[in-house]
């Protein structure tokens, strides 16, 4: 009886992000190093393979999560807009 082998999720680096999100790739290392100060628990914030830092699909989309705004930020901005 031998044990089924799960396939490999696919890695993503941060040059396929940049790409995906049509920015460079040192903008992208900016953000990320701004969401790690704000969430340092995220793993998908801090995932490397040697010096080489990764993502997964998952991370991906928590990354996302994470960069939109929340409804009460946006409701403070859009009051403050509507102040001045």
């Known amino acids: 009886m031998s044990a089924e082998k799960k396939p490999l999720e696919p890695v993503y ?8 999100f049509n ?31 990764f993502f997964t699909y998952n ?9 939109l705004p929340s409804l009460k930020e946006t409701k403070v901005h859009i009051g403050k807009l509507e102040e001045q």
């Open 23 to 53: 920015i460079s790739t040192r903008t992208l290392q900016t953000r990320l190093d701004e969401l790690f100060i704000k969430h340092p628990n995220f793993d998908c914030l801090s995932r490397f393979i040697g010096k080489k830092q």
């Open 13 to 20: 680096y941060r040059k396929d992000l940049a790409k995906l």
């Open 59 to 67: 991370d991906i989309e928590e990354i996302k999560q994470l960069c």
